[in-house]
């Protein structure tokens, strides 16, 4: 059943209106028509069947058949914070952990990364990195679209990590307990923040800082992950830790 995302003021009295991008994509690309099901979701969380009745220029009507929770969420909002990498690698890994269930995904610079976020192209990036979350939430049925924020240096990335987390787990290929034993110390977490490192890793520095702010060190296993693997190997684990 195909699903779109709408601002919850478009849901009201038992129907629902798209608009827009969602309109065209059910008129002209779906070739959908009166009487077929689609699945809405609110943004909130909140999943809606809903009817095809209407077909309008610019926007389309569905009448609600029923609503629920989502059951495609985490019980605790991860935030990724990556290292930013070169190339398109991003893209890749803003895919795959919306796929695994991150609630948002944070870029940052650090001492170790090959290429810097160009602060005139981050903008226009920005948009193209949002589309393909919301393109992701799609496929895999989720209920929300995580954000991506626009890169921030290392230092703002810890402090917003250390305060808005109960968890801070630091993927760190100089040592630390394994992921696996902070995930079962964290059950009862509420929100858990992970950070990994761009292709350079991380500094000593930035590993001492973010340990003396109350980031947990964690290792990933035996061997050395390349950047685009370790963020999905992390969320892998938390998906295992809480869901399975």
Same mark, same amino acid.
């Given at each position: 059943m195909p699903r779109f995302f709408v601002n919850s003021a478009n849901i009201s009295d038992g129907y629902v209106t798209l608009s827009g991008d969602n309109a065209r994509h059910i008129s002209f690309s779906l070739r959908m028509a009166c009487g077929e099901l689609i699945t809405v979701c609110d943004g909130t969380g909140t999943e809606y069947k809903a009817e095809l009745c209407e077909f309008h220029e610019g926007s389309v009507r569905a009448k609600i058949l029923s609503q629920k929770a989502s059951d495609s969420e985490l019980s605790v909002r991860v935030t990724l914070y990556q290292g930013y990498p070169k190339s398109d690698k991003l893209e890749f890994i803003i895919q795959k952990a919306v796929e695994l269930g991150a609630s948002k995904i944070v870029p940052f610079e650090s001492e170790h990364c090959i290429k810097r976020p160009d602060a005139e192209k981050s903008a226009? *990036?920005?948009l193209r990195f949002s589309k393909i979350a919301e393109e992701a939430a799609k496929q895999c049925g989720r209920a929300v679209i995580p954000s991506v924020s626009l890169p921030v240096p290392f230092e703002t990335a810890l402090s917003l990590a250390i305060k808005e987390n109960d968890a801070v787990l630091f993927c760190y290929e100089g040592g630390g307990?394994?992921?696996?034993?902070?995930i079962r110390e964290n059950k009862n977490a509420k929100s858990i923040a992970v950070f990994v490192g761009s292709e350079g890793g991380f500094s000593e520095n930035e590993a001492a800082l973010a340990k003396n702010?109350?980031? *947990?060190?964690? #290792?990933? #296993?035996? *061997?050395?992950l390349r950047c685009e693997t370790a963020p999905?190997? %992390?969320?892998? %684990?938390?998906?295992c830790g809480f869901e399975l």
């Open positions: 226009k *990036r920005s307990a394994p992921i696996t034993e902070l702010n109350g980031a *947990r060190l964690c #290792g990933l #296993g035996n *061997r050395i999905l190997f %992390a969320l892998s %684990a938390i998906v």
